[in-house]
């Protein structure tokens, strides 16, 4: 109703523009109209702001008390004074602890590698052809995502005792790999739903084979996804406790059980000065891949 009242003044006063000046209430009305209109925009901007900031605020905090604690002189919880101890301790008297972050790195680009390849051919697979027990495929593939932890840590440890695997690197490299296949199937599906088909074919036509089509086609096509997967394979691997926690053995400490191990007797500021490098690490890396990304799918 207020849209069409305003419309009719709108209409009214094109139509008595040059002729003579619009009355006083029509003109009092449209512009308290208009401020309403802008108040309640002004309004709709501060509230998005705000809740902008606050989400912000919450996500970093923790990020930015990680940041000055790894400056203070102490291991108290009070600031004492500025110091680069824990970064020199890090650096040149923590070898336990590159030990397992080196164990990490390992595990968390080998398994994210060979997950992106499997999950990657999946993906191709179930979007291409059409078979019977493709339904299942898709629906157990999600299983390892939604299903807890836990469970998954447990009927690891319960497969890799069965058939006599002794627990190491390569039991985590396996789990690893295991509970990152799925993630990678859903990015690189997710890809290949968006492009059209119909490039396939012309291919096809075209005189492509299924491993030229395969490589020059549908591979290009989908790298944004397929680096998207291999970047979030990498990221779960890092950050993996609770399965890892249940298929290592001596010698497989990764960083997780490391600090969880260390945080048992104190927090140590070198573990805050660990995950300040890491951070740093992570944006110099990710930031530059998710350009190269934006630009690659644009083209």
Partial sequence: ????????????????????????????????????????????????????????????MPLAVLLVYSFNSSKSGSWTGFSLQWYEKLFLGSGDLWRAFLNSVIIATTSAFAATVLGTLAAVGTARYSFWYKPYIKSMSFLPMIMPEIIVGVSLLVFFAGIGLKLGLVTVWIAHTTFNIPFVYMLVSA?????????????R?????EVQTLTRVILPITMPGIASGFLTAVTLSLEDFVITFFVAGPGSTTLPLFIYSAIRFGVSPVINALSVVMVAGTVLLVYPARNFLKVYAAH
């Fill in 1 to 60: 109703m207020k849209l069409r009242v305003r419309a009719f003044y709108r209409a009214l006063r094109a139509t008595l523009k040059g002729i003579r000046p619009l009355p006083p209430r029509i003109a009092n009305f449209e512009e308290a109209a208009g401020r309403k209109s802008r108040a309640k925009r002004r309004k709709g901007i501060a509230l998005s702001d705000f809740v902008y900031g606050a989400v912000i605020v919450f996500l970093f």
């Fill in 191 to 203: 890809r290949l739903e968006e492009f059209d088909p119909s490039i396939i074919e012309a291919a």
């Fill in 205 to 209: 036509d075209l005189g492509a084979s």
